[in-house]
């Protein structure tokens, strides 16, 4: 399953004529193809986790599109594949983005270790308890709803379907980590580590936030007149808990923030010049950094690396949609050049084309995630 980033990726897919299809395939897809078999067998392991579906719902959400029901209109149950179109649409759009991943992996000579695939797995559990948080604390803050957690809701999907999605995390991980300059076997993630140790590190914080930029300049012809950073934090900063200990924010590893930048470049005692973040003006000072061991910090840095690789690699990917010869059954739809999604549902028939259109018409029936 391909990434929310990669999933918003504008396509323009050459489509190849219906007339030469393989009833069999449900996709060609360059020198590849997509079984029906494959992909109602991807659709039936989605279907048996509510967990799932619900977390598939919720990312769809995060990215700005509608919920999608599982089943179609009317459908009392999943058994024999009876999904709403949308749904299905958008796992084959899914499918079709991973094969393309995996096809620039081989191309780039990136071989997937069993290493690489567990971790894939690892940013899988990552990713989806990212979205069950996002999407919790944007609906009232309360717990993460479908499963509560990334490894709960891989639990309850069929281990053959959890491997093959761990092995697509880990194509696009790789592909993240060559754009970033980077690889993710154990010598290139220590060599990283070593690049960017600062990183990693444990920092303690001093903090001053304000709106604007006059008024960080402000705050920064205070601090260099002989103001203390706590007076200046006491009367200027929003952040009103750490304004009142005057400006103490904690400690913690900013490696994948938008301050770890900033700090980075900060010794001990020193404080920075104003940088805006979050739509707001920061002057910070590093008022301690405890260094980490690489082994305690080996997730962070997977992770950081495939931040820093990932909008690279998505252009990469968006070109090699674009160049991709693409074609599906028509029966799923079209290739939608230009369009957000791949696939194009096919148009219902219009209703004059109905004997009666109101008796063939299902009535709307709830339906989950």
């Not at 897919?13 to 029906?36: E, M």
């Not at 986790?49 to 509608?66: I, K, N, V, W």
């Not at 200046?232 to 770890?260: D, I, N, P, W, Y």
């Not at 707001?280 to 910090?297: D, G, H």
Request: aromatic share 6%; with cysteine; proline share 6%.
């Amino acid at each position: 399953m391909k990434r929310l980033a990669a999933f918003l990726v504008v396509v323009a897919a050459v489509v190849v004529l219906a007339g030469t299809f393989v009833p069999s395939l449900a996709a060609r897809v360059g020198p590849g193809s997509i079984s029906r078999q494959a992909r109602n067998s991807d659709l039936s392991a989605s279907a048996s986790s509510p967990d799932y579906t619900c977390f598939l719902s919720e990312e769809r959400q995060l990215a700005g599109a509608r919920r999608v029901p599982l089943l179609g209109a009317g459908t009392p149950s999943a058994s024999g594949g009876v999904y709403g179109t949308t749904f299905v649409d958008d796992w084959l759009d899914s499918m079709i983005t991973d094969q393309v991943a995996a096809q620039v992996a081989a191309r780039s000579r990136l071989r997937v270790t069993a290493a690489d695939v567990a971790t894939g797995r690892a940013v899988l559990i990552r990713r989806i308890g990212v979205v069950l948080s996002q999407f919790a604390s944007g609906t009232g803050g309360g717990p993460a709803g479908c499963g509560g957690s990334g490894a709960a809701v891989l639990s309850s999907l069929p281990s053959w379907f959890v491997a093959q999605q761990s092995r697509s995390e880990a194509d696009q991980a790789l592909l993240d980590a060559r754009a970033a300059g980077a690889g993710l076997s154990p010598a290139a993630l220590a060599a990283y580590y070593g690049s960017h140790r600062a990183t990693f590190a444990k920092d303690c914080l001093d903090i001053i936030v304000v709106k604007t930029r006059t008024a960080a300049d402000g705050v920064e012809r205070a601090l260099s007149g002989g103001a203390s950073f706590a007076q200046e934090a006491a009367a200027t900063s929003l952040t009103k808990q750490s304004a009142a200990r005057g400006g103490v924010a904690g400690c913690g590893m900013l490696a994948g923030s938008f301050l770890s930048a900033a700090v980075a470049k900060l010794a001990a005692g020193q404080t920075s010049p104003p940088f805006s973040g979050q739509g707001v003006y920061w002057v910070v000072k590093l008022t301690s950094r405890t260094p980490t061991s690489f082994a305690s910090v080996r997730t962070s840095v997977v992770t950081a690396i495939i931040d820093a690789g990932q909008p690279g690699a998505d252009r990469r990917l968006a070109a090699a949609l674009r160049r991709t010869t693409i074609s599906v059954d028509p029966r799923y739809g079209t290739v939608a050049p230009h369009r957000v999604t791949l696939v194009r549902p096919p148009r219902s028939p219009p209703a004059t084309a109905l004997l009666s259109p109101a008796a063939v018409r299902p009535p709307a029936t709830p339906a989950g995630g």
